[in-house]
């Protein structure tokens, strides 16, 4: 569905956008929970499936109330077009495999979820896509000797989890644009609410809807959503979008969808063929969360600043990452990409190291230990240990988790709550 909701602020579009009801229609999105949906004859039923007129057929594409909430996050990032998907997993693969196929190649920042990294660099290499990973920080010469001809997109985290690295998004998208390729970002951490990568030239923004946009860690999702500026015609590396479809009776998506090519393919081809979608009633617990994701961000964010603040000054903390603290290797950046703030997430660590970090987890009570990030609730978890337990210490240290490494993921309880279950916790270490 397109995005009609550009003049509005981002807090009203977090209500409001995506769905308008008509007179005497549900004030709510419905959750449409039917696979199928009735056609009165066989003809209207087959120009649907070859893509002559627009329609609800069949859920494994499309399903009306998956759609209004994919247009409700296109307008929140400002893009054109979006398509939810059943994970945020789901969500980095296709938005790659969307424009690649086997023999092609792909740079990514090294420092990206763990579960990305495995994505990449096991499951997608066995399809024949090769990454190479760079450091985020790395000087634009060094990152524009990483292109090769067969490069098809480059792909970073704006707000890195769990090393909590701000990207240089502009850097990025020059190096991407200079050789004819997209910049896709997971914006996972920032949200919208704090990060709006297309401003800064990102083709591509994908999410793990699982995180803030949920908000209340009931439902596992994602969504890729396009900005609709990438040129896909001015070149030959995207024959998937700038070629006849054998699928569809040598139809050619950028030719047939313009502006919304790229979000067509990945529904009717992908989603046709490989099946990813959430349910309708993820959707609508989603879309539940989206409507107070800007006042839930807002605090999250007042929140970490006051505990990141509290933990820096504690003399059993060895370190504090937060790209809200003054003083933070990355602030600049931070207040130039996410001026409003970053995230609820603080990384740190104890001069006890890791055994002090397990210790401390231990003794936390109000805060739990989840493998989460992220959600209303403040939780805590020590990624080394779990998330990021399949990567060797090389690639450890290149993601940027040390050993050490704590992510508290400050929730929106009364801050004076979480700082008296830190205090406590810090007592017993
Ligand atoms: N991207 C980021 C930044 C994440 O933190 C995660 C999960 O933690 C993912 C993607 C994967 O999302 P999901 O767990 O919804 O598949």
Redesign the pocket.
């Known amino acids: 569905m397109l995005n009609m909701e550009k003049s509005y602020h981002i807090n009203t579009n977090c209500v409001q956008a995506g769905y308008s009801p008509k007179n005497g229609e549900p004030r709510v999105v419905p959750i449409y929970q039917s696979t199928t949906f009735k056609y009165d004859s066989s003809e209207e039923m087959a120009k649907l499936f070859d893509l002559e007129s627009s329609g609800y057929f069949y859920t494994r594409l499309q399903n009306p109330t998956n759609d209004a909430v994919a247009a409700k996050i296109a307008a929140l990032e400002g893009g054109v077009a979006a398509v939810l998907t059943s994970?945020?997993?789901?969500?980095?693969f296709f938005s790659i495999f969307n424009i690649c196929s086997a023999g092609d190649h792909i740079i990514s920042a090294s420092t990206?979820?763990g579960?990305?990294f495995n994505l990449f660099s096991v499951t997608m290499k066995k399809l024949g896509i090769d990454f190479t990973f760079v450091d985020p920080d790395l000087p634009e010469e060094e990152l524009m000797a990483a292109f090769k001809p067969n490069t098809k997109a480059v792909f970073a985290?704006s707000l890195a989890?769990p090393a909590l690295v701000v990207l240089d998004i502009e850097k990025f998208a020059r190096a991407a644009h200079a050789n004819g390729v997209p910049l896709i970002i997971?914006n996972?951490?920032p949200t919208p609410i704090n990060c709006r990568p297309f401003k800064f030239g990102a083709d591509i923004v994908i999410?793990?809807?699982?995180?803030y946009m949920d908000g209340h860690a009931t439902s596992?999702?994602?969504v890729i959503v396009d900005s609709g500026n990438f040129d896909w015609e001015q070149n030959d590396k995207f024959p998937g979008l700038t070629t006849p479809d054998a699928s569809y009776h040598g139809l050619t998506y950028s030719k047939a969808f313009g502006k919304g090519a790229y979000i067509t393919k990945a529904v009717v081809q992908l989603m046709r063929d490989l099946g990813s979608i959430p349910g309708p009633q993820n959707a609508f617990l989603l879309n539940i969360g989206l409507e107070t994701l800007a006042l839930r961000v807002e605090r999250h964010c007042q929140n970490a600043l006051v505990v990141a603040q509290y933990l820096e000054k504690h003399p059993k903390v060895a370190w504090v990452n937060y790209p809200g603290l003054a003083g933070n290797k990355y602030y600049d950046l931070a207040q130039k990409y996410m001026p409003k703030a970053t995230s609820g997430v603080i990384s740190f660590g104890l001069k006890s190291g890791r055994e002090g970090a397990v210790e401390f987890m231990d003794s936390l009570k109000l805060a739990a230990i989840v493998t989460h990030?992220a959600d209303s609730r403040t939780c805590i978890l020590h990624p080394a240990g779990t998330?990021h337990r399949q990567l060797s210490d090389s690639e450890l240290e290149e993601s940027g988790v040390g050993a050490d490494l704590l992510r508290l993921s400050v929730g929106i309880e009364h801050v004076n709550d979480i700082l008296a279950d830190v205090e406590q916790a810090l007592a017993k270490v």
């Open positions: 994970s945020g997993q789901a969500a980095s990206i979820y579960g990305t985290e989890n997971d996972t951490f999410h793990s809807t699982t995180k596992v999702g994602g990030v998330t």
